[in-house]
């Protein structure tokens, strides 16, 4: 029994983890992996900076709808 309920805790985080990767609710500690790895040189930002900076890129390219 107690195998089955590690099997289904496990297949429940991963598809936690995925649906938070599918909707961007990962995307900040995706970020924060990414410039740990790189390394990169500037400044790392906060989790309300880097929304910020996600919400301007997103909505600062022309909409070519209609």
């Known amino acids: 029994m107690r195998k089955v309920a ?4 496990r297949f429940l985080l991963r598809f936690w983890r995925g ?3 599918w909707c961007g609710d990962a ?3 995706s970020y924060l992996r990414s410039k740990a790895v790189h390394g ?3 400044r790392t930002l906060n989790e309300a900076e880097f929304y910020v900076e996600q ?3 997103r909505y600062s390219r022309p ?3 209609c």
Do not use: D, G, I, M
């Not at 590690?6 to 805790?9: A, L, N, Q």
């Open 55 to 57: 919400l301007n890129r």
């Open 6 to 9: 590690k099997r289904t805790r």
């Open 19 to 21: 649906l938070r990767e």
């Open 63 to 65: 909409n070519r709808c």
């Open 40 to 42: 990169a040189s500037c």
């Open 27 to 29: 995307a900040y500690e």
